[in-house]
């Protein structure tokens, strides 16, 4: 099935760092989410967007929804070493039966 | 709230023994779940749609003779691989759709 890309595929930063990593499509989508996979767990919804252009918070986190409704974007600033697990991103369109489709993943590390 | 489990977390089992997994939404009802399936390193690949009360919808390549879904309930859903090979041995995740999905923590499954 179809994939969405998402760079960096991974990435090792410090403490303290901010960091930025992105998901496109070749399909446009209605809702855009990004969930945190922790090993050996299931993900768990971070940030759900909904409008293009949309730009949303939680906590240290800020995604935001591309005007073109083909990518979306995650920031994480201030990085502390339980923001290390794999983030994805995952599209929705209306009439899809609610599907998702997910992102191939960006593995985060954080060093101390 | 939207809280999601699984069992078992984990199984060995024999080849060619049958395998089922449960999926449970513990504060709401869910007319629809998904199952997905992970390979190591890789993102979450939709396996199936469980409606309630109605035959499941099965993505492209899975065959639906070996991945059994049953949702006979609004808030559980099972699914039982069949003559289980060791190429089936991969994590298992169910999600429970409220607005949005909602993850189970996942099963290993490992066929020997």
């Given at each position: 099935g179809q994939q969405l890309n998402q760079s960096p595929q991974s990435m090792f930063i410090q403490e303290g760092e901010d960091v930025s990593m992105n998901c496109t499509s070749s399909s446009i989508f209605n809702t855009w989410l990004w969930y945190k996979q922790d090993p050996g767990e299931g993900p768990v919804l971070l940030i759900a967007l909904y409008k293009a252009g949309e730009l949303t918070s939680n906590g240290r986190l800020t995604a935001q929804f591309g005007i073109t409704r083909k990518d979306s974007f995650l920031n994480i600033s201030?990085?502390?070493?339980?923001?290390v697990g794999i983030y994805f991103c995952a599209g929705q369109y209306t009439g899809t039966a609610s599907k998702l489709t997910f992102g191939t993943g960006t593995r985060l590390q954080v060093t101390l | 709230g939207a809280v999601v489990s699984q069992h078992p977390s984990r199984v060995i089992c024999k080849s060619g023994t049958s395998v089922k997994i449960e999926c449970r939404s513990l504060d709401f009802q869910a007319t629809t779940m998904f199952w997905y399936r992970q390979f190591p390193k890789q993102s979450l690949m939709l396996m199936a749609t469980s409606n309630e009360g109605s035959k499941a919808t099965y993505e492209q390549g899975v065959e639906k003779d070996k991945f059994l879904i049953n949702h006979?309930?609004?808030t559980l859903s099972t699914l039982t691989v069949t003559?289980?090979?060791?190429?089936?041995s991969s994590f298992y995740i169910c999600s429970a759709l409220e607005e949005t999905q909602y993850f189970g923590p996942g099963t290993r499954l490992l066929v020997l």
């Open positions: 201030a990085s502390i070493p339980s923001d | 006979a309930s609004l003559s289980a090979h060791p190429e089936d």
